[in-house]
């Protein structure tokens, strides 16, 4: 079965040209010119990933809200913004929305179908977990990868599909440190190291947010980021 994309954009030109690339690639393509409409529609029915502009039409952030009203629907959507505004505040703003990724509107076609891609693959590799690595204890922390969900001293952490992944990665081997590279690899992410530093930055918070003493994450600076398992 074809996966499906929802393309979110109010430039028709943009929209079309975005739209013909992916059914060429072999997914199966909604297109939307502004929020409500999208809303409505994919309200019915959640696609397999939404590609979302900021600006839309005459709601110059309706693409943050759509994002915060999809997220509140599904913690595991993956949500990507592509949109011409380029800012470290935009930026941040779509990730702390609960974004998957955020790319400008510069990329190249055969770069944005690599990110794309990389995410199915991501989600295609929970199918093969095998049962005795579904659920995997690291201290106080407990990952479940069949149900998506993460726990820290027995409280859920709401993390989204990449956040989950990227302590996947770290937690799984206490003690390994992954640089940028290696840790896209194991995560099965295709960003750049701005995004990463950013969503370290949101995970952090969040496992901080449960527990004021957290400390798993260290930055080994020039190498990348490793999960320690203390006292």
Aim: proline share 3%.
């Amino acid at each position: 079965m074809k996966k499906r994309i929802a393309i979110v954009e109010d430039e028709p030109a943009l929209r079309d040209n975005y739209a013909d690339a992916l059914r060429r690639e072999g997914y199966a393509v909604e297109t939307f010119a502004n929020r409500r409409d999208a809303l409505a529609a994919l309200g019915q029915r959640l696609p397999d990933l939404v590609l979302l502009d900021i600006g839309l039409g005459d709601e110059a952030e309706g693409g943050f809200e759509l994002c915060r009203e999809l997220r509140a629907r599904s913690k595991s959507l993956p949500i990507i913004f592509l949109t011409a505004r380029d800012s470290d505040l935009d930026v941040i703003s779509g990730l702390r929305l609960g974004a998957d990724d955020y790319l400008t509107k510069d990329i190249s076609l055969p770069h944005l179908l690599a990110r794309l891609n990389a995410f199915f693959r991501r989600m295609e590799a929970l199918s093969a977990v095998q049962d005795s690595e579904a659920v995997v204890q690291r201290g106080p922390l407990r990952m479940d990868v069949n149900r998506l969900v993460m726990f820290w001293r027995d409280q859920a952490v709401e993390l989204t599909l990449t956040e989950f992944w990227m302590v996947h990665a770290l937690a799984y081997r206490p003690g390994h440190v992954k640089n940028r590279d290696q840790l896209m690899q194991e995560a099965r992410i295709v960003v750049d190291d701005a995004t990463i530093t950013s969503h370290v930055k949101r995970i952090r918070n969040k496992f901080l947010a449960i527990d004021k003493t957290f400390d798993a994450i260290d930055t080994v600076y020039g190498a990348g980021y490793r999960w320690v398992e203390r006292g």
